[in-house]
């Protein structure tokens, strides 16, 4: 009886076209998935920083920051009272700087690059490039 040791090449190429095909059925839901992670995680932090400015517009008068432009993350978390993480990837910023346009926005950069924007003192929520619209 002769033994072999190893495997043919087509059995080879029938392990591989199983896994080919598994991985083909599996990367449109790993893509939706990362899709809904992605704006869960901007949501959660707009949200978060629309619950902190209410809070610092009933303690100050005027939502944060007052009459600039820009704010570091480290300024946010500061002035705020947050604990939002310091993300290479992660861009956040508040505005209000004018009357009308209080708002703050999550930029995502990198190969999936992506914005949202929530406002704060107006009812309607709006968002660009994001799927997260309230």
Not at 113 to 124: G, P
Request: charged content about 20%; some cysteine.
């Amino acid at each position: 009886m002769l033994k072999r040791k190893g495997y043919t090449l087509l059995e080879m190429l029938v392990v591989l076209l199983i896994i080919s095909i598994l991985a083909a059925l599996a990367w449109p839901k790993y893509v939706a998935i990362k899709e809904k992670t992605l704006n869960r995680e901007a949501k959660a932090i707009l949200l978060l920083i629309r619950a902190a400015e209410k809070d610092y517009r009933m303690q100050y008068g005027y939502y944060y920051p007052h009459l600039t432009f820009e704010t570091s993350l480290s300024n946010i978390n500061r002035d705020l009272k947050l604990s939002l993480p310091q993300s290479a990837n992660w861009s956040i910023r508040v505005d209000s700087s004018t009357l009308n346009s209080e708002f703050a926005t999550a930029t995502r950069s990198g190969a999936d690059s992506r914005y949202w924007i929530i406002y704060f003192s107006a009812d309607t929520t709006s968002c660009f490039n994001g799927a997260y619209c309230s």
